[in-house]
T-cell receptor, first 111, second 111 residues
Framework: RKEVEQDPGPFNVPEGATVAFNCTYSNSASQSFFWYRQDCRKEPKLLMSVYSSGNEDGRFTAQLNRASQYISLLIRDSKLSDSATYLCVAQLVSGNTPLVFGKGTRLSVIA | DTAVSQTPKYLVTQMGNDKSIKCEQNLGHDTMYWYKQDSKKFLKIMFSYNNKELIINETVPNRFSPKSPDKAHLNLHINSLELGDSAVYFC??????????FGPGTRLTVL
């Protein structure tokens, strides 16, 4: 079983749509969680951290459910520029430890 | 200025050769990492270095050896390259508790 699992997609949505990505992690000792974004042939970049209380950054909302070991990302009012692969990430211990990546969910926003 | 840089960006070589990939970060971070992203886009940790000491070494072949001449550099040397080594290799760095920044990646093709 993969440590971090995501639906690979692709998700093809029209501009303005709301889209939700889900992710589960297997290691209950994981402490920190993130969503990274990776554009085609580029490096991953941090989109946002994920907290149990939920957090919002503009059109993006992330949620963590530790009991279910479940993480979500909601994108509202999708833009063409949101087209990318979204990587769900867990970290065993906060700080300078490696990130454990899911395989990513590919999003294409269509005009 | 590029925060995390890697050279070369592309590397094409024959099986059996030995090659090195260089990574430099100018962020003053004390931990650096090497990740491998295979053809299925799965991003996985290979090594991490903290204060010039290897602190995690995942199950990678001993043909791969990280070398850190100083805190700002973590190079990856690969001996006897195999077809299965073809992938994109990403260097990253972080400072305790903060975001990991990734380099642009080195696309290695073994023929």
């Amino acid at each position: 079983r993969k440590e971090v699992e995501q639906d690979p997609g692709p998700f093809n949505v029209p501009e303005g749509a709301t889209v939700a990505f889900n992710c589960t992690y297997s290691n209950s000792a994981s402490q920190s969680f993130f969503w990274y974004r990776q554009d085609c042939r580029k490096e991953p970049k941090l989109l946002m951290s994920v907290y149990s209380s939920g957090n919002e950054d503009g059109r993006f909302t992330a949620q963590l459910n530790r009991a279910s070991q479940y993480i979500s990302l909601l994108i509202r009012d999708s833009k063409l520029s949101d087209s990318a692969t979204y990587l769900c990430v867990a970290q065993l211990v906060s700080g300078n430890t490696p990130l454990v990546f899911g395989k990513g969910t590919r999003l294409s926003v269509i005009a | 200025d590029t925060a995390v840089s890697q050279t070369p960006k592309y590397l094409v070589t024959q099986m059996g050769n030995d090659k090195s990939i260089k990574c430099e970060q100018n962020l003053g971070h004390d931990t650096m990492y090497w990740y491998k992203q295979d053809s299925k886009k799965f991003l996985k940790i290979m090594f991490s270095y903290n204060n010039k000491e290897l602190i995690i070494n995942e199950t990678v072949p001993n043909r791969f050896s990280p070398k850190s001449p100083d805190k700002a550099h973590l190079n990856l040397h690969i001996n006897s390259l195999e077809l299965g080594d073809s992938a994109v290799y990403f260097c990253a760095s972080s400072h305790f508790g903060n975001e990991q920044f990734f380099g642009p990646g080195t696309r290695l093709t073994v023929l």
